[in-house]
């Protein structure tokens, strides 16, 4: 559910998406559907480099809730000094 939604955010296709992962082009369109709908669970590397092709952390495509990936986002996005005031209102 989380790499559509990363990969709808971005508004790539499949394909391209997994030809940027480095996923052999014959295949790529037909893997990422699989992982979209859950038949198939990419293992950590290549999650890793599709994160890095989405530009999302890749804790976000292991989100178990919809606020934990929002919170996963904005983090990503947040400057330093905004992570830090947040750390410390946490604490």
């Not at 052999?24 to 992982?35: G, L, M, T, V």
Request: glycine residues 4%; proline residues 3%.
């Amino acid at each position: 559910m989380r790499l559509r939604q990363a990969r709808e955010r971005v508004g790539i296709s499949q394909e391209a998406l997994a030809t940027s992962a480095g996923i052999d082009e014959f295949s790529a369109s037909a893997r990422i559907s699989q992982y979209e709908t859950g038949k198939h669970v990419p293992r950590y590397e290549i999650a890793c480099k599709l994160a890095e092709v989405l530009a999302v952390p890749v804790a976000f495509l292991y989100a178990r809730d919809n606020a934990t990936a929002q919170l996963l986002l904005l983090w990503q996005a947040a400057p330093a000094a905004a992570r830090q005031r947040a750390i410390t209102a946490l604490e």
